[in-house]
Every structure is written in C-alpha cells, then in structure tokens.
C-alpha cells in the first residue's frame, strides 16, 4: 500500500501522505487513525483485517474524513467508509500449482498467520492449487495466530519441513522467519503481497504483488468528486491488481512456468 501511495504522488495524484508501522497492538493503530482524523487528513487507511473494529467506530466520529481498511468487504454501512480486499485466492491457486509441479516430495507446506482475510483467502488457494496438479499431494498447514511473530514463523517452516515439505509458501509479515529457514534448507518457496525474491534470491520461485495503485486512485477520484465512502473495491488478475512475478533468477522450467500462466489467464478470462 506504501508502494502505491508513492507511485501516486510521484504521478501527481496525491500531494503527501503520511505511514505509520509496526502498529500490530490494534489499541496502537487506533490511536494513529484517530490522529490522523483528528489532523485533517483527507484519507485515513486501517491496513490490515485486525483495523475493522477501530476504523467503524472512530468514522463515526468523523462524518467529514473518508476512511478505508482491508482486506475485507465490509464498510459497515458508512458512508465515509470504503473497504477494499485482494483475490488472494487467484495467486495462491496459480502458485499451488505450480508448486505441485517442483515438488518431489508430494508436500507441500503453508505458514499462515491468523486465520482471517486475504491471508485465508491466499491459504486456501493455494492448497487448492496443489491438489489440482496432484490430488494425492500432502498439504500441511500451520496457522501461527500472529501477523508479527517472526520466531514463531521459524518454528512452523521447521516442523512443515520435518514432515517432509521441499516446496513452501505463507503470508503475513512474519514469513521472512519462515523465508529464513527456507533457505538455509534449501526448500523452494513461493511469496505473496510482495516480491520476495530479494529474501532468499535462489530459492524463491515467484511471488504474487498486489498492485494497490488502480484502486487507490479511483478511491482517491471519488472522494474529490464528494463521494466519500460506501464502496467496496477487490484487485483480481483480470484489473492488473494482481500479478505473478518470477524471480529471474531461479532457473524454472518451460513447462512450469506455462503452467502458472495458463492458470492466470483463466482468471482473466473469467474477468
């Protein structure tokens, strides 16, 4: 979302804005939001699944500020809300296959944070993904309930790999734990949200990217134009929100490859 932020304001589409991280106590993030509002920003975003609760009750208070939270689909009835979310899914499935493909094993393994918004979304799609290619496939998954704890990410990468995983994937940011033990294992792993690839350059496959910039932009015109909330917007392979990034790097197979593009251009044929 920062990655957006400033791809729009370098293009001129929004004159400054203003990050405040690493708010993963929510109490934390709502006092950043309510700042924010209370300074007259334009545009206040909760970027995270765990923000729905402060952002619902601190817009009320602000009838005249847009706001906006993902990932989810729900603006709680608000008309200076917009919420936003990513089809994760789609990227989690194509990855899922391809995947399948690299493993010699036949298991793959998944580190997932809570079991919540984009992060599920990716999850399941990604195992999906897998049993397509190889139905007969073993599909470990292990849930952390952290967005944040990096230790804890290292620990579930190890026990996945101690049951016999050489492919792995998960999202959040605690993954560069996970990324971490991948490496020094030599298990190939697939990213998401961002390009990973500069984790762990000679075992990162591909990562799906979430391009955040279109929505921002249309969610920046509508507030101009008085329309201050109220929508939902989702980023799919069909609006370019999302797209697959190869590590050039990584010497992938031909076929593979066209396997996960052939995967993608499903979902932009399906719109």
Do not use: C
């Not at 006092?31 to 402060?54: E, P």
């Not at 998954?141 to 230790?151: E, L, Q, R, T």
């Not at 955040?212 to 008085?226: C, P, Q, Y």
């Amino acid at each position: 979302m920062v990655d957006a932020a400033t791809k729009l304001k370098d293009g001129g589409v929004i004159s400054d804005f203003s990050v405040t991280d690493g708010t993963f106590v929510v109490d934390d993030a709502a006092v950043a939001i309510r700042d924010y509002a209370s300074d007259g920003f334009n545009l206040v975003i909760g970027h995270g699944s765990q923000y729905g609760g402060s952002i619902s009750e601190i817009a009320k208070d602000f009838p005249e500020i847009s706001f906006a939270w993902g990932t989810s689909a729900d603006t709680f009835g608000l008309a200076n809300v917009y919420a936003y979310e990513a089809a994760s899914d789609e990227g989690g499935r194509v990855m899922g296959i391809m995947a399948a493909a690299l493993s010699q094993t036949d298991n793959v393994g998944i580190v997932g944070p809570i079991e919540v918004g984009d992060a599920k979304l990716y999850v399941d799609g990604f195992k999906a993904g897998v049993l397509v290619n190889k139905p007969g496939a073993t599909v470990n998954v292990n849930y952390i309930d952290s967005f944040s704890d990096v230790a804890l990410a290292s620990e579930a990468a190890q026990s996945l790999i101690k049951a016999g995983a050489d492919v792995m994937s998960g999202t959040a940011q605690m993954v560069v734990g996970a990324v971490g033990v991948a490496k020094n294992e030599g298990v190939l792993w697939f990213g998401t949200q961002a390009n990973q690839t500069s984790l762990a350059p000679d075992i990162v496959v591909a990562s799906q990217v979430y391009h955040w910039e279109h929505m921002l932009e249309e969610m920046i015109t509508n507030i101009k134009d008085g329309k201050l909330g109220g929508e939902l917007y989702k980023i799919t392979f069909a609006n370019d929100g999302l797209v697959i990034e190869y590590n050039d790097g990584y010497d992938l197979s031909d076929d593979v490859r066209k396997l996960g593009d052939a995967a993608v251009q499903v979902f932009k044929d399906e719109g």
